[in-house]
């Protein structure tokens, strides 16, 4: 009886250990985010993911055939998910030189089958900082506006531009260089949105996320932007409603509200994407050519929106309303390549035009669309026809100026002189950069609008 009740006894055991080893499953292992450059300290994240959780890690370093472990964790867990964080770089790890190296990453599963995984990943160690050296010239820059330093980069540089707040502007070889010319220069927005004691900052950084920043003279002319109020009748909600959300549920307010801000956001993210569809030469030619017809609306203005007396929204308009008659004639600001030619939300029929080196304008509210996505298009052709599609309450046109994707004041675009001083002289001829050095700094921009009766 003690016999059979041992053999069973046995057997149970047998089972359960066989079951518990055979269902021991590997671990997962992989990086949280792909890592394939070090540099002085980088911080690498592994997620380890095991049905039992794990009893063991370890991250082992290889270059020029040395071999050291840089982090074990021995701890188990039976969370099912975890996540091992170490430094790797010169600064933990004095060994490592410029070069290709390996990062060898083990784990253990946390059941008594133990089983471990290993992954390795080949990286490239990275010690030599970029360098960048930004212009001696002067940048006399409106709030709202754009200009343009040259940048001169050095060491291993992968990525370089301007940084304003929270907003940055790549950079471009100099005409006639090649694409990975270290002579550069970053045409950049000051967005209406920064504070105007934002310092401009000129970067790079390399592969291993080293970054490198300097400073330039600047002089910046601080805006002040207007506020308006729109009144919103039933037949505008209506309107709107109709067209931008036909299968929405709640109130013709609530539902206008919720375009004004999502749909409004969702189609300046889709415009945004749009800056790397550019082209690396200027497609342009002379002063940008306002479309004929009354202003309405300033740049920035901040609208607040009332319904019955009761604000129920705000938003910044950015951009201009430009009216005259019913379906006039909607025309190119300057020389282009049509990039997107659609619907696109509150904007309604809207195209948008590359002039280069991600300097972009927006046409929108259009009844009618003559031109396609690849189109080249000459100054002042015309596009199509005004209309009241998307937000509108009215026949219009709303034109916007977008660098690097943020929308600026158009205005700057407007004046020969600003561009020949701004923006040519320093990327163009010899001739126009000794006419730059002497010229004087130009008077900040003055807002000439007309009366506003329309959104
Ligand atoms: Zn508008």
Sequence with gaps: ????????????????????????????????????????????????????????????????????????????????????????????????????????????????????????????????????????????????????????????????????????????????????????????????????????????????????????????????????????????LQKVVGELDPDGSGSLVDRFVKINRDLRKANNDQIYQLRTNTVNRILWSGPFVPIKGTRESFFADRRSYYYKGKKVDEQVHLGFDLAQTRNMPVTAANSGRVIFADRLGIYGNCIIIDHGYSLQTLYGHMSRIDVKVGDSVTKEARMGASGATGMAFGDHVHFSMLIAGVQVNPIEWWDEHWIRDRILSKIGSPQDKAAAVQAPPPASPTEHARKRHRH
Excluded: C
């Excluded at 070069?99 to 990286?123: E, F, K, V, W």
């Excluded at 970054?211 to 003279?217: A, D, K, N, S």
């Design 1 to 236: 009886m003690l016999k059979y009740v041992v053999a069973v006894f046995l057997a149970i055991v047998l089972l359960v250990f066989g079951f518990v080893w055979f269902t021991g499953k590997k671990v997962d292992l992989k990086l949280v985010r792909p890592v394939t450059a070090v540099g002085t300290a980088t911080t690498v994240s592994v997620q380890a993911d095991a049905q039992h959780g794990t009893k063991y890690f370890s991250a082992v370093l290889e270059q020029n055939g040395q071999s050291q472990t840089i982090y074990a964790d021995n701890t188990s867990s039976a969370q099912r998910s975890r996540i091992y964080t170490f430094p790797v770089g010169k600064k933990v790890d004095e060994f490592l030189k410029d070069g290709p190296a390996r990062l060898i990453l083990t784990a253990a599963s946390n059941d008594m089958r133990g089983s471990t995984t290993t992954i390795s990943q080949a990286l490239q160690i990275i010690l030599r900082a970029p360098t960048v050296v930004a212009d001696g010239m002067q940048h006399y820059i409106n709030q709202g506006g754009a200009e343009l330093v040259t940048l001169d980069l050095g060491g291993n540089w992968s990525a370089a531009g301007v940084r304003v707040g929270r907003y940055s502007a790549g950079t471009f070889p100099m005409p006639g260089q090649p694409d990975n010319s270290s002579h550069r220069f970053s045409l950049f927005p000051f967005p209406w949105d920064v504070s105007p004691d934002t310092i401009p900052l000129a970067f790079a950084r390399n592969d291993a996320g080293t970054e490198v920043t300097t400073t330039f003279w600047v002089k910046l002319f601080p805006k002040t932007f207007k506020t308006s109020n729109i009144e919103l009748k039933d037949e505008n």
